[in-house]
C-alpha cells in the first residue's frame, strides 16, 4: 500500500514539473498579464507615413511608453487595402499587448464595404478612439456658388464631379451618400491615392469639390487656397471658423467624423487593455498633446473603454448603413 502512495506521489510530482516547463499549467495567469509590458510595443499603423492615422500614432507613441513603465514602443507602416493589411497583421498577432493596431474610420467602414478582409472585425478589440475629425467639402474660392443652396442648383441636371481618396474611404462614402441620397444630385466620383492629391486637383480646377477629413484639408481652407463648403458636424469647428455645417446648408443632423483608434487581438486580456486604455487617456489629457491634436483639425476625446466600445459598435452601424445604401462593395 505504501510503495502504491508514493509511487502514485512520485508520479504526480513529476507530470506537474513537466507540465510546467512547458507552461501548461491552467492555475498560473499569463505572464504577460503579471508583467506587460515585458518587450518593445509595436504600432502597428494601417496606412503610410504622413496620413491622419500616421500622425497621431507618433503624437502617442513615446508618452504612452513612458506610462507603461517606460516601455519601448516604435512605429510600423503597413499600409494597403485601405487598412486590411495592417488590421489582419495585429488580428493574427499574439494577444499580449504589445501589438498594437492605429487605424481610422476604415475599420468600421471595412465591416461592411468589404467581402474578404483576410480577417474578421471581431478579431480585434477596440482599446481608445483618443481623436476624431469631421469630414468636410470644400470648393474652389473661384465657384461662383456662395453656400451650399447655390452649388447645389448649379448642379441640377448637371451633376457633380468630386474628387476624395478611394472608393472605400470614409470622405468618399460621406460624400457620395449626401449627393445622391440627400441631395439627390448625380455625381462623378474621381479617385484619388489620398485627400492631399485631391486637393491639388481641385486648386488646378481639375474637380468641382473635394471630400476629405478636416485634418487633411483645414490649412486649405483657412489659407484661401480652398473654400469649405460644409462639415460634417452639429457646429462650426474653431480650427476652421469660415466653414459652415451641413446644418446650416439645409441638411440637418448629417454627421460623419473621421477618427483614429488604437486596436489589439480580441482575445488580449481585459487587464492589458484597460491599462492601455488608461495610459492613452492620461496622454491625452496633456495640454500639449490636446493642442497638437487641435492645431492639425481633430478634436480630443477621452473615454474609457466601456464607451469606446459603444462608440466603435454604433460607427460601424453608421457607417454599415450609408455604405449598403450607397451600394458601395469591394471583393
Known amino acids: 500500500m505504501f510503495s502504491r502512495h508514493l509511487r502514485a506521489a512520485v508520479l504526480a510530482a513529476v507530470l506537474a514539473a513537466v507540465l510546467g516547463t512547458t507552461g501548461i499549467v491552467a492555475s498560473a495567469p499569463p505572464a504577460s498579464a503579471q508583467q506587460y509590458p515585458s518587450q518593445t510595443i509595436t504600432f502597428v499603423v494601417a496606412f503610410a507615413p504622413g496620413g491622419i492615422a500616421d500622425s497621431a500614432a507618433r503624437i502617442f507613441a513615446d508618452k504612452v511608453g513612458a506610462r507603461l513603465g517606460g516601455a519601448n514602443v516604435v512605429i510600423e507602416n503597413r499600409g494597403g487595402a485601405a487598412g486590411n493589411l495592417g488590421a489582419k497583421l495585429v488580428a493574427g498577432a499574439a494577444a499580449d499587448g504589445h501589438t498594437i493596431l492605429v487605424s481610422s474610420t476604415a475599420v468600421a467602414i471595412n465591416d461592411s464595404l468589404h467581402k474578404s478582409k483576410g480577417y474578421e472585425t471581431a478579431d480585434l478589440k477596440p482599446v ?58 448625380e455625381t462623378v466620383h474621381v479617385p484619388f491615392a489620398g ?106 476625446r477621452t473615454s474609457g473603454l466601456a464607451e469606446t466600445t459603444a462608440f466603435f459598435k454604433g460607427e460601424i452601424d453608421h457607417w454599415g448603413k450609408m455604405v449598403r445604401t450607397i451600394g458601395a462593395s469591394i471583393q
Open 128 to 185: 481608445a478612439i483618443p481623436a476624431s475629425a469631421p469630414e468636410a467639402l470644400a470648393i474652389h474660392p473661384n465657384n461662383p456658388a456662395k453656400n451650399m443652396a447655390e452649388f447645389l442648383q448649379a448642379a441640377k441636371g448637371k451633376g457633380v464631379t468630386f474628387g476624395s481618396a478611394g472608393v472605400g474611404s470614409p470622405s468618399y462614402i460621406q460624400a457620395q451618400y449626401f449627393f445622391q441620397i440627400l441631395a439627390k444630385v
Open 195 to 300: 485627400g492631399a492629391p485631391a486637393i491639388n486637383a481641385l486648386i488646378g480646377n481639375h474637380v468641382q469639390a473635394v471630400a476629405s477629413t478636416l485634418p487633411t484639408v483645414g490649412s486649405a481652407i483657412n489659407q484661401g487656397v480652398l473654400r469649405g463648403l460644409a462639415i460634417a458636424s452639429p457646429n462650426r469647428i474653431a480650427v476652421v471658423p469660415s466653414a459652415p455645417t451641413y446644418t446650416e446648408g439645409g441638411f440637418p443632423n448629417f454627421y460623419a467624423y473621421g477618427w483614429v483608434g488604437f486596436f489589439v487581438p480580441a482575445k488580449t486580456s481585459d487587464a492589458i487593455v484597460n491599462r492601455l486604455n488608461a495610459a492613452i487617456s492620461d496622454v491625452l489629457k496633456m495640454p500639449e498633446v490636446q493642442e497638437r491634436l487641435k492645431t492639425i483639425g481633430f478634436e480630443p
